[in-house]
């Protein structure tokens, strides 16, 4: 990255640098890190907040499947569905879901499954947006926003940022690393909330780009007190926060006698895999280092599966839950103060196409993971893949909005009543109750 003097340098280029600050540059064994400064004790109950973002469109048909419906069966070959024997049958899920269909887990999520037996994990059948849209591009900016459809006129006031974003103002800030993406840079859901960083990777430290330069403009431009003379005040306490952060974080990472980053062991086993377990590890770290950590939003990429699905799909499962479960073990002090929820911009159609794979549909899936879920069961409603019970006659029907099940988790673990704020428009309805244990 090229450093530009300072005259060049404008406010988004300084939280450009401090987003990206995480990618410069770090594993068990992180010690009793203390993260925070003496006298920033926060003033919540530490609730932390993990939003796994699957880009593509993750075919739940080939995750969560109704391995005995005949319509099924017919319209998918065995490599694409859940088979209720054989070598590779799926595993039998203990659901109510819908009476007389035996849902089957893919295969590769055993260790998944053992969280769903133990009851930490609930699984929402048919979520989505209740706008069938089929472009990544426009589902993931409406359901990054908390929105059903792109609001008009007035209507679209506050509404140009993330969800999470507003759910952070609401909450309010502890002077602590609040919020991060382990994205290579801040997602819709954050943008809004200026004190955001990316951190896609701690495994070599944490650095800004441009080292002791950098470091030396952001502290002329954001001084301690809000005094900048560049920035309106709040933006400059923003500024200041982030730096404070980016630097803290970086003088906490334990280091070994050649100054590298000391590789990070998960207790209880397991092992983070591939991009997702790199990005999870990251999270654990910071949790681990009482950084404050208030949100932290996570992506899962290569769900768009158009051909040669199979492998692709039993590699991203295997992935996805084996680094979720090490995820879960290495966090077993935090249970109580940690909620995961995973959303998907939609599903694949119901019926393969010729390639091996599957193309746009509608209805996903979303699962809680966490303290106080009531777990063990397959929630929602189940529509049937009968033709007039499809959505257009070809994709699984959204039963579920999005929404409701984020905002039942807001309720139920944050304390948030007014969702109105969060998600502009929307008025809830009861939730899932049996989503929480009372």
Known sequence: ?????????????????????????????????????????????????????????MDVMNFIGPSNDAV????????????????????ALDSDLAPGVDFRLHPEAGALHEIYRQGDLAIVQATGLANATRSHFEAQELMERGLAAEPKGNAALGTEGGWAARLLQ????NG???????????????QGFPQALSIPDLRNGFGLPGGAGTQAVLERLYPGGGQSAAFNPDVSRSGRTA????????????????????????????AFEGDIGRSLETVARLIR??????VACVDMGGWDTHEGQAGRFKGLIHQMSGSLATFWNDLSDYHDRLTLVTVSEFGRRLRANRS????????????????????????????????????ERVDLAVTTDYREVLATVLKHRLGITQFDTVFPGFRPGTGDPALFRA
């Open 176 to 190: 602590g690393l609040t919020a991060v993406s382990t994205a290579g840079g801040v997602p819709r859901l954050l």
């Open 72 to 91: 099924y069966i017919d319209a998918r070959p065995a490599d694409l569905r859940l088979l209720d024997s054989g070598d590779r049958a799926g595993i």
């Open 356 to 391: 091996g794979g599957t193309d746009h549909g509608h209805g996903s899936v979303m699962m809680v993971l966490g303290g106080g879920v009531a777990g063990g069961r397959l929630l929602g409603r189940w529509p049937g893949l009968q033709p007039q019970d499809l959505d």
């Open 243 to 270: 730096l404070d952060a980016a630097l803290r974080l970086n003088a906490a990472l334990p280091r070994g006698p050649d100054g590298k980053v000391a590789a990070y062991q998960p207790e209880h086993g397991g």
């Open 170 to 173: 609401q909450m309010g800030g």
């Open 289 to 294: 280092m009482d950084a404050g950590l208030k």
């Open 1 to 57: 990255m090229a450093f530009k003097p300072l005259s060049a340098l404008n406010r988004r280029d300084i939280l450009k640098s401090l987003a990206a600050a995480g990618a410069l540059t770090a594993g068990p064994g992180l010690g009793q890190l203390a993260f925070s400064t003496p006298g920033m004790a926060m003033a919540d109950d530490g609730r932390i907040l993990v939003v796994l973002f699957f880009r593509g469109g």
